[in-house]
């Protein structure tokens, strides 16, 4: 069973750093497209990042230059690494990894940026 775990969301303030990590079980990040999305409250949920098998990266255009997506084949772990980081970044951070056509999601974690 696929199984994705995040965790690094925290209350920092604008300007901070965060490092949000992805552990995932029951397939391999190297193999698979993995990304992250966010969401505040009812709002859609957004992608901001997104890594292929093949190390093919995109950025939702909010955050190109300041946030930086890897993987660690070894730990079976995507790493977003978020700096200067704004208010207007305030949400759920979603890892999402699709396998075989399937869509799987992390429970999420919280990020604040205080002004």
């Known amino acids: 069973q696929v199984q994705l775990v995040e965790s690094g969301g925290d209350l920092v303030q604008a300007g901070g750093s965060l490092r949000l990590s992805c552990v995932v079980s029951g397939t391999t990040v190297s193999s698979n497209a993995v990304a992250w999305y966010r969401q505040v409250a009812d709002y859609q949920r957004e992608s901001v990042a997104s890594i292929s098998s093949s190390v093919n990266i995109n950025y939702a255009d909010s955050v190109k230059g300041r946030f930086t997506i890897s993987r660690d084949n070894a730990k079976n772990t995507v790493i977003l690494q978020m700096n200067s980081l704004k208010p207007e970044d305030t949400a759920r951070y979603y890892c999402?990894?699709?396998?075989?056509?399937?869509?799987?999601w992390g429970q999420g974690t919280q990020v604040t940026v205080s002004s």
């Open positions: 999402q990894i699709r396998v075989w056509g399937v869509t799987y």
